[in-house]
C-alpha cells in the first residue's frame, strides 16, 4: 500500500518569491510520482510526473520536482511565482503493479500575494 | 479534442433523493475512474470501470453507491438516498488504456460535479 504527506496545508508567499511545496510518500513497492494542480472550481491539471530516469523533472508553469528516493520526497518547486500560481496543488502516487488508482495527498494551497 | 465531460457541474439534492453523475470520457479511452474529494482533503480512489465492467470497486462506500459504464454512453456514478456527508466534489478520470503490468498509463480529469445535500 502507499500513502502520500503533504506537511502543509497552506503556503502562504510574495510575487516573485521561490517557493517549495513538500510531499513525502511511503510505498512498498516502486512507484510513479505526480503533481496536479487545481485552480478554484476546476479539475485537476497535471504539473509534472516521475516515471523514471532523471531525477529532475521539469513541468509546465515553470514548475519542477526532484524525486529523492532515499528521503522518499517529491518536493514541487518553482524559483519565481505569480499570482495566477495561487492554487492547491495535490502530489500523488501510483504504484507500480497497481496502477488504476492515483493515491492523493491532503493537497497545499498556494496563496501568492502582490 | 474533446476532454473528460463530467455533467452536471453542480447539483444540489435533499436528504433521501437520488444523485446521478455522468462522465464521458475522452475520445477513444476506454477506461474511467472515479475519485471523491471531501471538503478540505484530497482526492480519494472509488471505481474504475472498462466498457461494461467493474474492474476494481475498492474505494466505493458498500451501501447506496454504484457506477456503471455502459456499452454506449457515459460512466454513471449513482448514489442513493443521499445523506449530508455525501456533500463532495466527484471527479471522473478516463485513460487510454488500463493499468497493464509496469506500463503508466495518464489518467485525465474532467471539471468534477460538485454535489450538495441539503
Known amino acids: 500500500a502507499q500513502s502520500v504527506t503533504q506537511l502543509d496545508s497552506q503556503v502562504p508567499v510574495f510575487e516573485e518569491a521561490p517557493v517549495e511545496l513538500r510531499c513525502n510518500y511511503s510505498s512498498s513497492v516502486s512507484v510513479y510520482l505526480f503533481w496536479y494542480v487545481q485552480y478554484p472550481n476546476q479539475g485537476l491539471q497535471l504539473l509534472l510526473k516521475?516515471?523514471?530516469?532523471?531525477?529532475l523533472v521539469k513541468g509546465i508553469n515553470g514548475f519542477e520536482a526532484e524525486f529523492n528516493k532515499s528521503q522518499t520526497s517529491f518536493h514541487l518547486r518553482k524559483p519565481s511565482v505569480h499570482i495566477s500560481d495561487t492554487a492547491e496543488y495535490f502530489c500523488a502516487v501510483l504504484g507500480h503493479y497497481n496502477t488504476d488508482k492515483l493515491i492523493f495527498g491532503t493537497g497545499t494551497r498556494l496563496q501568492v500575494f502582490p | 479534442n474533446a476532454g473528460v465531460m463530467q455533467n452536471p457541474r453542480h447539483l444540489v439534492r435533499r436528504r433521501g433523493q437520488e444523485a446521478r453523475l455522468r462522465c464521458s470520457p475522452m475520445?477513444?479511452?476506454?477506461?474511467v475512474y472515479w475519485y471523491r474529494q471531501l471538503p478540505e482533503e484530497g482526492l480519494k480512489f472509488m471505481v474504475y470501470l472498462q466498457k461494461e465492467n467493474i474492474i476494481d470497486e475498492s474505494g466505493m462506500p458498500k451501501e447506496r453507491f454504484s457506477a456503471e459504464f455502459p456499452k454506449e454512453g457515459p460512466s454513471i456514478l449513482r448514489i442513493q438516498q443521499v445523506v449530508r456527508g455525501d456533500s463532495a466534489a466527484y471527479f471522473c478520470?478516463?485513460?487510454?488504456?488500463?493499468?497493464?503490468?509496469?506500463?503508466?498509463?495518464?489518467?485525465?480529469f474532467g471539471p468534477g460535479t460538485r454535489l450538495t445535500v441539503l
Open positions: 478520470a478516463s485513460s487510454f488504456r488500463g493499468p497493464s503490468g509496469a506500463n503508466y498509463n495518464e489518467q485525465f
Open positions: 516521475y516515471l523514471s530516469g532523471s531525477t
Open positions: 475520445k477513444g479511452h476506454s477506461h
